[in-house]
């Protein structure tokens, strides 16, 4: 992997748009991130507000109906301020739901979805009077069904469906191929059971169709391909049963930049689905749906860094120099997860001709635990703060406490003040779950 040294805003760097240099080194959000190293501690995830607030913003003007995807990063000043910017909210689980609920967004305002919803789940959205609630399978539409009756409800419904369409930067984040474990083929005639199902419970009333085809999406043709399939399949829902697809739910997985790579253009994807979707929606004879999208890393991906203090540097028996960091896989597993890659830098940057290539480890006992590749980093490394990039989405959400490492703290910077968003994890925090009176065994 290749370090950037000197992060400057723009299209297609991985940095925040509001990162610079200045005299303290890397500033984001008007202020030296050292400063913030030192008041905070490390490791350290730190969100440019501005880079948040301008990506709904262009997503809002965009698409017709955004939901950020809260799976990618759950805090609950940050769900404020994404609603406040006029987006909705999806929810995985019931997790992300009671999280959503506790920050005060409107129900309304709230879709669940989830392969897997246990019953407490279903009753917990159902009673909240979530504004959607995606199916993802015909047992799950039952179920909602009697809840939603149970509760004396009419809930609207999505019915999750898989268009047949490959996407995603790993295997492991493609969802809309037919081998998918989400939502129902459209071509094997389970989604279509589905729909009929939905449409004739009397707890539920189907509002449209619901697909993510897949994750780090750098190019806006598979979505132009989920479109079209999906919106024959409702034509073909029209023709054949007479029922109306009012939204089209497309799901997330719009691309950002972690390295160099051109990040998929949000205005111009936007444009070019509304009107696919227009022309398609004609061709079928059916009236043009509300497209909606649930990105999260296009949201908040790109806004973040970590900050992590260099505690050892040694040279490993290959020759590699190594540099050990306070954090690594417990705070981003996407390395080891999926082979991310993340573009590392010092914060202070290396004098001309001092900088010598440099792995940079994390502290965990796994050999995978690796941060950055050949990162050029000076002689005085221990003690000094890097800065990894491009980490606010799926970081922090994914994180773990192992080798029992309390997570980060998280911190919001804009207009020159940092804000803290979310507490660093104690030792006493991971002590709670202890059971402490006298065991109570099971026979
Ligand atoms: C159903 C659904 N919607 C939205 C998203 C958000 O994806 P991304 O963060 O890549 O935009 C995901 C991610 O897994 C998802 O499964």
Not at 261 to 285: F, I, K, Q, V
Not at 380 to 385: A, D, S, T
Request: hydrophobic share 45%.
């Amino acid at each position: 992997m290749s370090a950037s040294l000197s992060p400057t805003p723009g299209p297609s760097t991985p940095w925040p748009v509001t990162a610079h240099w200045g005299d303290e080194g890397l500033e984001v959000g008007g202020v030296p991130v050292d400063r913030l190293a030192r008041e905070f501690g490390t490791p350290l995830l730190v969100l440019d507000a501005e880079h948040l607030r301008r990506r709904c913003r262009e997503l809002r003007t965009a698409f017709p109906r955004v939901y950020f995807a809260a799976k990618a990063l759950t805090a609950r000043r940050l769900l404020r301020l994404v609603n406040a910017e006029g987006l909705r909210v999806l929810a995985a689980s019931g997790g992300e739901l009671d999280a959503c609920l506790r920050a005060g967004i409107p129900p309304s305002h709230i879709a669940l979805h989830g392969n897997c919803k246990g019953d407490p789940e279903i009753d917990a959205a159902i009673g909240a009077g979530v504004g959607l609630l995606v199916c993802d399978h015909l047992e799950e539409i039952a179920r909602a069904d009697a809840v939603a009756r149970r509760l004396g409800r009419r809930q609207d419904v999505l019915v999750r469906v898989v268009p047949g369409v490959a996407a995603g930067a790993h295997p492991s984040l493609v969802t809309g191929t037919p081998a998918s474990k989400f939502g129902l083929p459209i071509d094997s005639g389970a989604a279509t059971a589905g729909v009929v199902a939905a449409v004739e419970a009397a707890g539920l009333r189907f509002r449209g169709l619901h697909a993510h085809i897949g994750s780090q999406v750098l190019d806006a043709a598979p979505f132009l391909a989920s479109v079209d399939a999906l919106t024959a399949f409702a034509g073909e829902l029209a023709r054949r049963h007479g029922v109306e697809t009012e939204i089209l739910d497309i799901g997330g997985g719009f691309g950002i930049t972690y390295l160099d790579e051109d990040p998929l253009d949000l205005a111009c994807t936007g444009s070019a689905l509304l009107e696919r979707l227009r022309r398609a929606a004609a061709r079928e004879g059916i009236p043009v749906p509300l497209l909606a999208v649930e990105p999260g890393r296009a949201i908040v991906g790109g806004a973040g860094v970590t900050l992590y203090r260099v505690g050892a540097v040694k040279v490993a028996a290959d020759g590699r120099r190594l540099a050990a960091v306070d954090g690594g896989m417990s705070d981003n597993p996407r390395p080891m997860l999926y082979g991310a890659q993340h573009a590392v830098a010092p914060v202070v940057p290396a004098r001309p001709g001092e900088a010598s290539m440099t792995t940079v480890v994390g502290r965990h006992c796994e050999s995978g635990d690796v941060i950055a590749e050949a990162v050029p980093l000076g002689a005085e490394l221990v003690g000094q703060v890097l800065v990894a990039a491009a980490t606010g989405a799926y970081c922090y959400s994914l994180s773990s406490n192992y080798n029992r490492t309390p997570r980060p703290a998280v911190v919001a910077v804009h207009g020159s003040a940092a804000q803290l968003w979310l507490r660093r994890e104690t030792h006493d925090d991971l002590d709670r779950l202890e059971v402490t009176e006298p065991a109570a065994t099971v026979a």
